[in-house]
């Protein structure tokens, strides 16, 4: 169920600010590890004991600081980002001391149709950039009904969840 068509001008607004801030972001990045400081290096990844959860109907979610359930996308990784500018107008990036947090060596954003603290409108969604899945309280992400999908060995590139990305 792709809702993305139902926005209005929020979401051109949502997409104008990002797409300005989306501009600074491409900066080299470090692949650190620790994330242990108040302010995030790009590409670092954050603990997820260092966010928040919420109880949700898929069970305890990572939420950003404002509430908001927070979501992976398939195959996005912090050295090769999928979710563009365009795409962030619907999914804006957790933000940290001012870098994207990644969890788990993957971005996290929040979804605009969730507009309230425990909403998971963002689970399972299918759009132009590919599948969309909440993270659980250990930041990995949510498949199905509450399951926390398997972790990937090294390659994201396997999944037995059917349906492929057309390039």
């Known amino acids: 169920m792709n809702s993305i068509g139902k926005w209005g001008t929020g979401a051109a607004l949502a997409a104008l600010a990002l797409t300005a801030a989306a501009c600074g972001s491409s900066s080299s990045g470090g692949s650190g590890g620790g994330g242990g400081g108040s302010t995030i290096a790009p590409g670092t990844n954050v603990a997820p004991a260092s966010l928040q959860t919420h109880s949700t109907s898929l069970g ?44 788990n060596g993957h971005p996290a954003f929040t979804f605009t149709n969730d507009s309230a603290p425990g909403q998971t409108h963002g689970q399972g969604e299918k759009d132009t950039w590919g599948t969309w899945w909440a993270l659980n309280a250990s930041g990995n992400p949510i498949t199905g009904s509450g399951t926390p999908a398997p972790a990937p060995s090294s390659s994201s590139s396997s999944s037995g969840g059917g349906g492929g990305y057309g390039y």
């Open 60 to 103: 305890k979610v990572l939420v950003d600081s404002k509430g908001l359930t927070i979501y992976e996308l398939v195959g996005d990784t912090a050295s090769n980002q999928k979710c563009d500018a365009s795409c962030q107008a619907f999914w804006p990036p957790v933000m940290k001391g001012g870098s994207q947090v990644v969890i």
